[in-house]
C-alpha cells in the first residue's frame, strides 16, 4: 500500500490505517470468539498493506489494545514495521467514585497515568503517536504540555496528536507545547462535512498536521455494513448521496466503499482514513481505495450529493 509521512514527524505509514474499535467484539458472541475474530482482523489488515493501526484505552475498555499487543507481540518483525496511535481522555462514569460522571480528564497525572496503563496492555516499550481523545472543557495547555513532556522524555511517546478538537483548542496546546502536535483525528465523510468549513483541515494544511478521518463509511452506512452506529450516525441521510455514489463506484468497477475513501484520499491536506471493519473481505477491499484518483468533477458531483443542495 502506498504511504504518507505523518505531519512534521519522521514516522511514514499506510494510506488508509486500521481502527481497532471493533476488534474487542460485541457483547453477543462469547469472549473467545471475539478474540478469534479481533485477532484476524488485525491480521487481515498487516497483511492487506495497512501499517497504521489506530486505538484507544476506552476500545473495549483496554481490550483492543491487549488484543493488538497480543497480535503485535504473536507476530515476527510487525512491531517495526507499523505505526501505533491510541488515546486517553475518556473517563467512564463511576471512575474514580460511584457518582463520578461520564467525562473527559486532561489533567496532567492522569495522562501520564493512563500513557503508562496503555503501553502494558499493548507490551510496547514506546506509543508511535499519543492523542487526547475529546476536548477536556477543563483542558489547561500548560499542565497538558508538562504531561507530554514528561511522557517524551521518559521515551514512552514519540510523538502527539489530538482528537475532535476545536481549531482554537488545537492552537492554544501548540502555543504552549515544546513538540508539535503531528496528527487531528476528526469524523469525516460523506455524510459528515462540517470540517471542510470550520477551519479544521485548513489549519491542518497550514501546521502540515495530518488528518485522520474517523467513521469515513458513516458507520458502515456508506458501504451497507452499518452495526454499530453512534446516536448521531443515527440521524445521517446517506440516500441522498448513495445514487451518484454507486454511478461512480460502478464506472470505475470498484465498491462504494472505495470510492468513498477515494474521495477522502483526493483532499490535498492529506487525510488518512481510518478503516474499522472487522471483516476481513472488506478489510482487503478498503485498500483498493490509494489506487483510485478521482476527478475533480467526480469529487464535486459527490459533494454535490452529500450536500443536498448546489454549492452557491
Known amino acids: 500500500m502506498q504511504t504518507i509521512s505523518i505531519g512534521v514527524s519522521s514516522l511514514k505509514a499506510s494510506r488508509l490505517a486500521y481502527g481497532c474499535w471493533?476488534?474487542?467484539?460485541?457483547?453477543?458472541?462469547?469472549?473467545?470468539?471475539?478474540?478469534?475474530?479481533?485477532?484476524?482482523?488485525?491480521?487481515?489488515?498487516?497483511?492487506?498493506?495497512?501499517?497504521?493501526?489506530?486505538?484507544a484505552n476506552i476500545y473495549g475498555r483496554g481490550e483492543a489494545e491487549r488484543i493488538l499487543g497480543d497480535v503485535v507481540r504473536d507476530t515476527p518483525g510487525m512491531r517495526d514495521q507499523i505505526v501505533v496511535t491510541t488515546k486517553c481522555g475518556v473517563r467512564h462514569a463511576g471512575d474514580p467514585e460511584p457518582s463520578s460522571p461520564h467525562r473527559w480528564d486532561f489533567s496532567g497525572d492522569y495522562i501520564v497515568e493512563q500513557c503508562e496503563a496503555s503501553l502494558k496492555r499493548l507490551r510496547m516499550e514506546a506509543i508511535d503517536i499519543f492523542m487526547l481523545h475529546r476536548p477536556d472543557y477543563l483542558a489547561d495547555p500548560q499542565e497538558i504540555a508538562s504531561a507530554f513532556t514528561r511522557l517524551r522524555d521518559a521515551g514512552k511517546v514519540r510523538w502527539f496528536g489530538v482528537s475532535n478538537f476545536r481549531p482554537t483548542l488545537v492552537t492554544a496546546l501548540q502555543v504552549v507545547c515544546p513538540m508539535p502536535l503531528i496528527v487531528h483525528q476528526v469524523e469525516i465523510s460523506l455524510a459528515r462535512l462540517n470540517v471542510f468549513d470550520d477551519g479544521t483541515l485548513d489549519q491542518c494544511l497550514v501546521e502540515k498536521i495530518t488528518p485522520m478521518a474517523w467513521s469515513p463509511l458513516a458507520g458502515g452506512l456508506i458501504g451497507g455494513g452499518a452495526r454499530?452506529?453512534?446516536?448521531?450516525?443515527?440521524?445521517?441521510?446517506?440516500?441522498?448521496?448513495?445514487?451518484?455514489?454507486?454511478?461512480?463506484?460502478?464506472?470505475?468497477?470498484?465498491?462504494?466503499?472505495?470510492?468513498?475513501?477515494?474521495?477522502?484520499?483526493?483532499?490535498?491536506?492529506?487525510?488518512?482514513?481510518i478503516?474499522?471493519?472487522?471483516?476481513?473481505?472488506?478489510?482487503?477491499?478498503?485498500?483498493?481505495?490509494?489506487?483510485?484518483?478521482?476527478?475533480?468533477?467526480?469529487?464535486?458531483?459527490?459533494?454535490?450529493?452529500?450536500?443536498?443542495?448546489?454549492?452557491?
Not at 282 to 300: F, G, K, M, P, S
Open 22 to 55: 471493533r476488534i474487542a467484539g460485541t457483547s453477543d458472541k462469547s469472549a473467545a470468539e471475539n478474540e478469534t475474530n479481533g485477532r484476524a482482523a488485525v491480521r487481515a489488515a498487516f497483511d492487506a498493506g495497512y501499517t497504521f493501526f489506530d486505538n
Open 228 to 273: 454499530r452506529l453512534l446516536s448521531w450516525q443515527k440521524q445521517y441521510q446517506p440516500d441522498k448521496f448513495l445514487p451518484v455514489l454507486e454511478e461512480v463506484a460502478s464506472a470505475r468497477g470498484v465498491s462504494r466503499t472505495v470510492i468513498a475513501l477515494a474521495w477522502l484520499l483526493r483532499h490535498p491536506s492529506g487525510i488518512v482514513p
Open 275 to 312: 478503516v474499522g471493519s472487522n471483516n476481513p473481505e472488506r478489510i482487503r477491499d478498503a485498500a483498493r481505495a490509494v489506487e483510485i484518483t478521482l476527478t475533480r468533477e467526480e469529487w464535486y458531483r459527490l459533494l454535490t450529493a452529500a450536500r443536498g443542495e448546489p454549492l452557491p
